[in-house]
Structure formats: structure tokens, C-alpha cells
């Protein structure tokens, strides 16, 4: 879980109280990742704390309740340090609402429904381009810039990938969907060894 380890490395800087770390958070990672729940950053200490990656220190305030401080322990420093120096694998895989888009519309074997979804992707990413690459020309830190040029990548991959999809799509006129539409739904194991002995 990539929170709790950054989490881990704000405190490594020093102890902090839930709404130091909440705020620490938002400006290190900048405005593409939006707030963070202070409820759920709540969680993550708890959690945190259960694990024995932090220890919390409850202190007496004059006027406000107590102020529950947190500070990274030596088991933290380690897990911090076994995070950091591990590549990253994408957290959902290749999993995305978009890919089940392209394919029940290339399934329909309506040439119009599949440039009605493409282009509404590719109108959707083109503001989310602007509005990012606005986001980096107002960027003072340049970590959070660099962080805004990566979504920004994300974006630009994401539009390739739909003038992949419209030129193997509908490259042929419609001769492709209508294969593909044409292809017998297979509802098991059983039906799909049955679907390819029939050819």
C-alpha cells in the first residue's frame, strides 16, 4: 500500500501529528493525486502503529484535546528501506473500465458505437492533458512538476492507445467488427473446446 509507505517516509524526517502528515503529504505529492482522507490517514497510522512500524505518543495540549504524535521505529526504517528499494508494479495490473469499453463496443459491431467511445476518451484525456500540463507550468517544486509530467505520460499513452484501437478497429471499414461480433459467446471450458473443434 503506497500511502502507508509514505507515510513511513515523512515520519523518517521526523516525528508529526495526523494533520502535519495529511498536509505534508498533499504538498509532496502535489495536486494530481487530490486530498487525502484524514479519516483513512487516521487508519494508516492505527495500522501503522498495530504493526509496530510506528509508535504514537499521546500529548497534553493547554486549550485543544490531546495530540496523538507518531514517530517512525526502527522496524519502520526497514520496512521504509525495503519499499524504496523495490520496482513498483502497477497496483491494478491492466485492469481499466476503459479496455471493457473498447471491447464490448468492438463486440457490438457497430462502427458507430465504437467512434462514439473512442471519442469521448480521447476528448475526456485531451482536458485531463490540459488541465495537468496547467498544473506543471504552476508547479514550485519541481518534484511535484516532475510528478505532473509523469500523469501527464500516463495520459499520452492512454491517447496512443486509442488511435491504436481506432485503426485496428476501424481501419477495414467494418469487416473486423463484424467478425468479431459474429465470434459465438462461449459460456465454459466445455463450450470453448467445443467452439474451436467446430472451427
Do not use: C
Not at 38 to 49: E, K, M, N, T, V
Not at 109 to 136: C, F, K, W, Y
Request: net charge neutral.
Amino acid at each position: 500500500m503506497a500511502i502507508q509507505h509514505a507515510v513511513l517516509a515523512l515520519l523518517a524526517r521526523g516525528p508529526s501529528y495526523g494533520y502535519q502528515l495529511k498536509g505534508a503529504f498533499e504538498q509532496a505529492v502535489g495536486p494530481q493525486w487530490g486530498t487525502l482522507n484524514i479519516g483513512h490517514l487516521y487508519q494508516i497510522l492505527d495500522r501503522l502503529s498495530r504493526d509496530g512500524l510506528v509508535v504514537a505518543e499521546r500529548q497534553a495540549q493547554p486549550v485543544k484535546p490531546d495530540r496523538v504524535v507518531y514517530e517512525i521505529t526502527d522496524g519502520g526504517r526497514v520496512e521504509l528501506d525495503r519499499w524504496l528499494t523495490e520496482p513498483s508494479p502497477r497496483s491494478g495490473g491492466f485492469r481499466d473500465d476503459f479496455f471493457l469499453k473498447v471491447t464490448a463496443a468492438a463486440r457490438s459491431g457497430e462502427p458507430a458505437i465504437v467512434r462514439t467511445v473512442l471519442s469521448n476518451q480521447r476528448g475526456h484525456l485531451m482536458r485531463e492533458l490540459r488541465n495537468l500540463d496547467g498544473l506543471r507550468r504552476r508547479a514550485e517544486d519541481p518534484v511535484v512538476g516532475l510528478l505532473l509530467a509523469a500523469a501527464a505520460r500516463h495520459v499520452e499513452a492512454d491517447l496512443a492507445f486509442v488511435d491504436d484501437a481506432e485503426s485496428v478497429l476501424l481501419a477495414d471499414g467494418s469487416a473486423l467488427l463484424s467478425r468479431l461480433a459474429a465470434r459465438p459467446v462461449v459460456t465454459s471450458t466445455e463450450d470453448a473446446g467445443s467452439a474451436r473443434a467446430a472451427g
